[in-house]
């Protein structure tokens, strides 16, 4: 079964750089959700997308900002990156929860790191 | 601001011992899931719990839910190695567009 597709997998960025992460979720779903995960950490909600609208604001710093497109696939971007930044980010996929039940896929991940 | 608690935080068990890991959430919600994660891996969805007192069994895992209580249980049965990771439980919330909030994950180890 197709799974949510992340990309790049690894990245190394330089502080102040600029960084976009790719997001193809599971064909069908709707919604699309950010997370970021640093060593050791908990996953932390960033950003949400239900029908390419935003739909929910975590702790998302200003710096980023995120958009879903017109065939679902969504984009993180991340400027003036600052070495905190490194971490794994995730973007995960759903079909509308508001049919109870449907379960959250994540993907593998992408790679941060600021050096 | 909701808060997800788990624990232990580190749990190191032998094989074909039995143990549960703790989730404790502080606001009132219906819908609690279970994620297993290995090491600079995805998150594996394990189990999603909708009312109160749901229970599901997956082999040698049971996931459990106490929406009175505001508490969730994952045990274990008869650990086998192939069990060690780390376990999430995640609580949701604005039902319709689900943000998850996290609990701070338990590190299960089994030990041959």
């Known amino acids: 079964a197709a799974g949510v597709i992340q990309s790049p997998r690894h990245l190394i960025k330089e502080k102040r750089e600029t960084a976009t992460l790719k997001c193809y979720p599971i064909?069908?779903?709707?919604?699309v959700y950010w997370y970021q995960q640093g060593p050791g950490q908990d996953p932390q909600f960033l950003i949400s997308?239900?029908?390419?609208?935003?739909?929910d604001k975590g702790s998302i710093p200003d710096r980023f900002s995120a958009q879903q497109f017109s065939d679902y696939h969504s984009e993180l971007n991340m400027s003036s990156l600052e070495l905190g930044d490194s971490a794994l980010y995730f973007c995960?996929?759903?079909?509308?929860?508001?049919?109870?039940?449907?379960?959250?896929?994540f993907g593998e991940g992408s790679w941060l790191t600021v050096v | 601001e909701l808060k997800v608690e788990q624990n232990p935080l580190f749990l190191s068990m032998q094989e074909g011992k039995n143990y549960t890991i703790y989730c404790n959430y502080s606001?009132?919600?219906?819908?609690l899931y279970w994620y297993r994660q290995d090491p600079g891996k995805s998150l594996e969805s394990l189990f999603v719990?909708?009312?109160?007192?749901a229970v599901k069994q997956e082999g040698r895992l049971m996931a459990s839910l106490d929406t009175k209580a505001r508490l969730s249980t994952l045990h274990i049965t008869a650990a086998v190695h192939d069990l060690s990771a780390t376990y999430f439980c995640?609580?949701?919330?604005?039902?319709?567009?689900?943000?998850?909030?996290f609990g701070t994950g338990t590190r299960l180890t089994i030990i041959p």
């Open positions: 995960a996929s759903s079909l509308a929860l508001r049919v109870s039940g449907n379960t959250i896929y």
């Open positions: 064909p069908r779903h709707d919604t």
């Open positions: 997308f239900y029908e390419k609208m935003q739909s």
């Open positions: 606001t009132t919600s219906d819908r």
């Open positions: 719990l909708l009312s109160n007192g």
């Open positions: 995640a609580v949701g919330t604005n039902f319709g567009n689900e943000k998850l909030t």
